[in-house]
């Protein structure tokens, strides 16, 4: 994970140069491009995110191969977001069959006979669409299937009450932002305009604090053997 914390320390340098610029008139070069670097630092926010939340998923396969714990001794949902993640992206539409009766079918299946290896890596791939986390589907398709939703919600609200934030909300129209501009329905200038350096922290924030109890989460997970069929 030193690449995550790495990462947060850049984004945390970046903001606070750009709070001490956008109170500078006389920087040319920021006062030229600050609104693409607002719209810019979005993306970065995401982009964090996601990596996260994909090592993560890495981080419990590799604790599950260094465990020795076989596929087939794998919870049903851990079995379905195994294979998710194998998928390549030119294969995405398999993940349609990826349901509970496939799931019946493999374990029906002689171990002897059928052996499935689990692999060291998932190759970059998210089994998720691209820029589809968010809060919710974080929850949802990570979270819920793992049994560490509520928790989480829970320690979020807590936090949310104490900096005043909005966190689930600032995690959410972060994503939905980053799509815009990914997609091209949002200039980054255009975008730049509207959103302040406030703004910014306020989402930067957010996002720290959701990895942070995120990440906690993911550790017991992992140390409890949660991924174990018992």
Request: hydrophobic share 35%; aromatic share 12%.
């Amino acid at each position: 994970m030193d690449n995550i914390y790495r990462t947060k320390s850049f984004l945390r340098d970046l903001l606070q140069d750009m709070v001490v610029m956008d109170k500078d008139n006389n920087n040319a070069f920021y006062n030229k491009y600050k609104q693409s670097i607002k719209s810019k630092f979005v993306i970065m926010l995401y982009t964090m995110l996601e990596s996260v939340v994909m090592q993560s998923l890495q981080d419990i396969f590799d604790h599950i191969k260094q465990s020795n714990i076989k596929f087939y001794d794998l919870t049903d949902n851990m079995k379905k977001i195994y294979f998710k993640a194998k998928i390549k992206n030119k294969e995405r539409h398999f993940n349609t069959i990826i349901s509970d009766s496939l799931i019946e079918v493999i374990k029906h299946l002689n171990k002897s006979a059928v052996e499935i290896n689990l692999k060291n890596n998932f190759n970059n791939e998210n089994p998720f669409n691209a820029g589809s986390l968010d809060y919710k589907n974080i929850k949802e398709k990570i979270l819920k299937v793992l049994g560490l939703q509520d928790s989480i919600d829970d320690s979020i609200d807590k936090f949310s009450k104490r900096f005043k934030i909005n966190i689930k909300e600032e995690i959410q129209n972060n994503a939905q932002v980053r799509n815009k501009l990914a997609h091209g329905e949002a200039s980054f200038q255009d975008f730049g305009k509207s959103i302040t350096i406030y703004d910014l922290q306020k989402r930067y924030a957010s996002i720290v604090i959701y990895l942070y109890k995120y990440l906690k989460s993911i550790e017991m997970y992992i140390n409890t053997q949660g991924y174990k069929n018992v």
